[in-house]
């Protein structure tokens, strides 16, 4: 027996002929967008922007762009594969184009490259006032990355990819500076970060670098992302500080989240180590898995000493807003002035704060949570650092 099909009142029907209305507009603005890049000789035109514009009106533009490339899934979702790989060149060029005018002393450079060029055939490339690069798609190097198919789980990589030394002057730790293995940069440079949530699958948010290094960057991020991540970055990195992917316009990396702080107005600083261009092993079937990598085998990266002592602590677990979300009593397994680890733990998953109350000291401090992992003995252990008073260890 066939079923009986009734036709939409004019009600009924005009949500999804205005769903797909809109569907039709931005793929039509897509394309305008995307034929306006390709066609591009020139950043300002990759921006749409005129030479005379402000500072923040270069921000704007590329705020919008990125917006237009990168919809809401439920529209991503419905992007044909050919359309992808034109937004994918498009972002790279883009992002190209932003780091270079976003910075006074670059676009300074670029608008003299410009203008000692003449009527001659524009530069897209990179330039130097003495040498602009021609215009040249370069053949990318980047892989299909896995959807999520199996459940959870806490994967260990057991050998870091070799960081080569690309460029020496960026490679030599300071004098006296036992905590950073290579300086840092205060660079902003436009990043795309990709990461998978078991629940919800792949997921995309575009930032800003808050400064960068040849072993890993520091970022800005609206999404929770737990310690142990593994997160995909597209990047314009520069040339010197990179192992891998120097023909490339843009730098894709795979990374590890070594570092949250806490919140600010939704957002966190976070810090991840770049793994390099392969992912680790594992993480194809689980691409959300919390992965733990070797330690660093280098000077101790502390500066105040730790001490192996077991104090009664009860320990409170926070949000961002500062809601208690559930109270624990556990022992500390080692503590340090500025820090402290606790074994024996059943912390929330996600939490954004902790308040440590030691009572034979009568010792109370906010602290952040710096790492989590699962003791080989099976107990869970949270690494802290106190951001408001130090511990009393004289005590």
Known sequence: ????????????????????????????????????????????????????????????????????????????????????????????????????????????????ALLSIGNKTHALGEPTPSHPQLIGERPSTRRSEAAAVAE?????????????????????????????????????????????????????????????????????LRRRVKHGMVLFLTLPLPGKLRSHGFAEQTYNVYTLVRRIEPPKHGVRAIGVEFLGEHPPAGFLDKPWAVFRATRWGGSERRRPEREDRSELVRIEYFDEAMQSISREEARTENISRSGVRIVGTRAPAEFDLIMVNCPRLRFEGLAALRNRYVGKDGFERICLQFVDKEWPLRS
């Open 152 to 220: 959870t789980d806490d994967l260990r990589i057991t050998r870091m990819p070799s960081h080569r030394e690309v460029y020496g002057e960026f490679t030599r730790v300071k004098t006296g500076d036992n905590r950073r293995r290579c300086e840092r940069f205060k660079i902003s440079v436009p990043a795309r970060v990709t990461g998978y949530d078991q629940k919800s699958g792949k997921w995309n948010e575009m930032t800003e670098t808050i400064d960068v290094s040849r072993t890993g960057v520091r970022l800005r």
């Open 1 to 112: 027996m066939s079923a009986i099909v009734e036709p939409l009142t004019p009600e009924q029907g005009r949500p999804f002929e205005s769903a797909t209305n809109q569907m039709s507009a931005y793929f039509l603005e897509l394309e305008g967008l995307l034929s306006r890049i390709e066609s591009a000789t020139t950043y300002y035109q990759v921006l749409g922007i005129d030479r005379t514009d402000p500072q923040e009106k270069i921000k704007s533009s590329f705020d919008q762009l990125v917006n237009l490339l990168y919809p809401s899934y439920a529209v991503g979702k419905a992007m044909p594969a050919e359309i992808l790989s034109r937004v994918e060149r498009a972002f790279s060029k883009a992002s190209q184009a932003f780091g270079a005018l976003a910075s006074f002393t670059r676009r300074k450079e670029y608008d003299g």
